[in-house]
């Protein structure tokens, strides 16, 4: 069955830095493209981040260009999200994401807190 399963969150200041890390199992990982949600309190899960199967094309939120870079290793079934120059307004709970075989399957999702 389609596993992922994120890590990498934590507190850190603005203008911190963390890298999020999605293992991805149950699925041949390296002809899906993936994604990166995330959900901040009171608010609905938006789309910060996807990548294509080959890593060769990559999207961002306007919210997050400049700041944040998604890749893979398709060699690990990991995606990685690295984030740079933290705000508090990034604080949610982030989610690798992908759609498979017309269902979709999301990370139990791990909490950034970006706070002095």
């Known amino acids: 069955q389609v596993q992922l399963v994120e890590s990498g969150g934590g507190l850190v200041q603005p203008g911190g830095s963390l890298r999020l890390s999605c293992a991805a199992s149950?699925?041949?990982?390296?002809?899906?493209?993936m994604r990166w949600y995330r959900q901040a309190p009171g608010k609905e899960r938006e789309l910060v981040a996807g990548i294509t199967n080959t890593g060769g094309s990559t999207n961002y939120a306007d919210s997050v260009k400049g700041r944040f870079t998604i890749s893979r290793d398709n060699a690990k079934n990991t995606v990685y999200l690295q984030m740079n120059s933290l705000k508090p307004e990034d604080t949610a709970v982030y989610y690798c994401?992908?759609?498979?075989?017309?269902?979709?399957?999301w990370g139990q999702g791990t909490q950034v807190t970006v706070s002095s």
């Open positions: 994401y992908v759609r498979r075989r017309g269902y979709d399957y």
């Open positions: 149950g699925f041949t990982f390296s002809t899906y493209y």
